[in-house]
């Protein structure tokens, strides 16, 4: 793979994440802000790429890994609350 084509995948997954920021905003965006935070992640997710992309400080790509973790673990916990609040009904 060369340079050219690395950076076409690289632009390529920013437009998906912000794509499926959106979709996820529009279609679950009724159920509140725990289902924003998805979004929030795809939002993370692109902004860390482009920052990777434009050789920004480490310290920032670092940053961005980390708040991701952090919104992929918060949406794991968010889905399994509600799972385990569905079957008590």
Not at 14 to 37: E, T, Y
Request: with cysteine; aromatic share 10%.
């Amino acid at each position: 793979m060369t340079h050219g084509e690395f950076d076409l995948f690289l632009i390529g997954t920013i437009i998906v994440c912000c794509v499926m920021a959106v979709f996820n905003a529009l279609k679950n965006g009724h159920r509140g802000w725990p289902s924003m935070i998805l979004s929030v992640a795809f939002l993370v997710f692109g902004g860390t790429v482009y920052l990777w992309r434009s050789a920004a400080a480490p310290i920032l790509v670092d940053a961005g890994c980390a708040l991701l973790i952090l919104l992929i673990c918060a949406d794991a916990f968010m889905r399994a609350g509600s799972q385990t609040s569905r079957k008590k009904r």
